[in-house]
């Protein structure tokens, strides 16, 4: 589990691209480093993906198709920072929301708002995936839990504060860019329920 909280920005220093899979190596700061081991979990763009080797402070996974389809991590290059959280313990203080770090959709930054302490994302979302992004709501974008300010038609925006652009790679983002996405898995359970409970009551 994850709390989207990102806990810094890791660099890519090494990739294996084969057929459909991708081992990936990255660069934890030092201090981020501490207590690694084989099989745990690190959220990388949001990502869940498993410790497969380590070194000190540099980390490998195994990145299969499904995932290289579904999220964002197949356009990563040598030399690109990314978030990553590392999963969290029990008594551990939740500060965004929980997060399972399967990613639902990639979405696209559809616009930029910039002014001199404030900066507004809008996305595009996939239709499928509308209902469950709700103003107010939360979301988590590249691994980070933020919370939904509007939805018209197809897009939906963001806030960003200042410290969230400074420790994320939402401070570098581009128009374009694509940010993976996960809806946060209690409202689509509400929303599911509820859409499920009206279909079936005027059959």
């Not at 770090?101 to 930029?112: A, K, L, M, Q, W």
Request: charged share 15%.
């Amino acid at each position: 589990m994850f709390t989207g909280i990102v806990q810094g920005l890791a660099k890519v220093i090494a990739l294996n691209k084969r057929d459909q899979f991708m081992q990936l190596r990255l660069s934890l700061p030092q201090r981020n480093a501490s207590n690694l081991q084989t099989g745990a979990s690190i959220a990388v763009n949001g990502t869940c993906l498993t410790i497969t080797e380590f070194d000190q402070n540099e980390v490998q996974f195994d990145v299969i198709e499904e995932t290289l389809q579904v999220t964002n991590i197949g356009s990563f290059d040598v030399g690109d920072t990314v978030n990553f959280e590392r999963a969290a313990r029990y008594g551990d203080e939740i500060g965004g929301h929980q997060l399972s770090g399967h990613i639902s959709s990639v979405v696209t930054i559809d616009e930029i708002v910039r002014t001199t302490d404030n900066c507004t994302l809008w996305l595009k979302a996939p239709e499928q995936l509308l209902q469950y992004l709700l103003p107010k709501g939360f979301v988590s974008l590249n691994g980070c839990s933020l919370t939904i300010g509007e939805v018209i038609g197809s897009r939906f925006s963001i806030h960003l504060i200042p410290e969230t652009l400074a420790v994320t790679t939402f401070g570098s983002a581009q128009q374009g860019d694509r940010i993976n996405m996960e809806v946060d898995p209690q409202t689509q359970a509400i929303v599911d329920t509820v859409n499920s409970f009206l279909n079936n009551r005027t059959l």
